[in-house]
């Protein structure tokens, strides 16, 4: 197998994975950006959630479901679920430890 080909078969596998399920996700947020008082958002480092980290945030902890039930509101997998809320806690985190702005992408 040449180089070509090879580059090939690696777009390719690249191409044919599962195509992504949509998840619900709740559309009634208020804000955009969350930053620390008197920080000009220019002066930030923004770290950005998706509207399904927010979500995820939002079934777990403001309605205080269990996971599973978090899951299905979302349409997705325990796992999936999981791997969103970890991503969603780790940003949070981040972003009040390290005094960084936080920006909500309602693309998803």
């Known amino acids: 197998m040449n ?12 191409r044919l994975g599962r195509p992504p399920l949509r998840r619900r996700v709740s559309s009634d947020l208020r804000s955009d950006y969350f930053k620390p008082q008197g920080v000009p958002m220019r002066n930030l480092e923004i770290v950005e959630l998706s509207a399904e980290e927010i979500e995820a945030l939002r079934l777990k902890n403001i309605r205080d479901l269990e996971q599973k039930e978090c899951a299905r509101k979302m349409n997705t997998s325990q796992s999936t679920f999981q791997r969103i809320l970890s991503s969603a806690y780790k940003k949070v985190s981040q972003a009040l430890s390290e005094g960084k702005g936080i920006k909500i992408s309602r693309e998803k």
């Not at 180089?3 to 690249?14: A, E, G, H, L």
């Open 3 to 14: 180089k070509k080909d090879f580059r090939k078969n690696i777009y390719y596998s690249r």
